[in-house]
């Protein structure tokens, strides 16, 4: 079993669309978690950080599930800019130890 | 700033042919991290470094090696490259105690 799952997609949605992107992570130890957006032929930036209380930021919502072991990233009234690979990234702290990314959710939003 | 520099930005080699992908970057982080990006596999690690001096193996280290040549370079070498290694491959780097990693522009590769 890969370390970091995602929903593959793609996922098609139109202009005010809510999408939600799930993503499950197998090490327990795991301690940090991230969203990053890569846009088409460029390198991945990140979104947000997940806290375990859950963040908001602006339209973005980020929550983490410990027990059940997943994050999740909540996109309100989505806007064409927002089409990109949505990736989720796990760390076991925030030190040294890499991150290690699921494959990644197309997001496609359409007029 | 100029925050992650990887060079070049794309190559082609032949089969067998070998060549080194560098990363430099000049935000003092600690840790740097050479991943490789391929349709339908994410984001996969190949080797990365704690610190100046040390490297550790990742997901994927088989046909690569690195050099960590001091606090701001991480490089790659690609001894007798492969058409299985035809990738994008990217340098990315982080603070011990910041959760954010920062990416070069990343470097295409193709093997033929």
């Known amino acids: 079993r890969k370390e970091v799952e995602q929903d593959p997609g793609p996922f098609n949605v139109p202009e005010g669309a809510t999408v939600a992107f799930n993503c499950t992570y197998s090490n327990s130890a795991s301690q940090s978690f991230f969203w990053y957006r890569q846009d088409c032929r460029k390198e991945p930036k990140l979104l947000m950080s997940?806290?375990?209380s859950g963040n908001e930021d602006g339209r973005f919502t980020a929550q983490l599930n410990r027990a059940s072991q997943y994050i999740s990233l909540l996109i309100r009234d989505s806007k064409l800019s927002d089409s990109a690979t949505y990736l989720c990234?796990?760390?076991?702290?925030?030190?040294?130890?890499?991150?290690?990314f699921g494959k990644g959710t197309r997001l496609s939003v359409i007029a | 700033n100029a925050g992650v520099t990887q060079t070049p930005k794309f190559q082609v080699l032949k089969t067998g042919q070998s060549m080194t992908l560098q990363c430099a970057q000049d935000?003092?982080?600690?840790?740097m991290y050479w991943y490789r990006q391929d349709p339908g596999m994410g984001l996969r690690l190949i080797y990365y470094s704690a610190s100046e001096g040390t490297t550790d193996k990742g997901e994927v280290p088989n046909g690569y090696n690195v050099s960590r040549l001091n606090k701001r370079e991480f490089s790659l070498r690609l001894e007798s490259a492969a058409p299985s290694q035809t990738s994008v491959y990217f340098c990315?780097?982080?603070?011990?105690?910041?959760?954010?990693?920062?990416f070069g522009q990343g470097t295409r590769l193709t093997v033929v």
């Open positions: 935000m003092n982080h600690n840790s």
């Open positions: 990315a780097s982080r603070r011990p105690d910041s959760t954010e990693a920062f």
């Open positions: 997940v806290y375990s």
């Open positions: 990234a796990v760390t076991r702290n925030s030190g040294n130890t890499p991150l290690v």
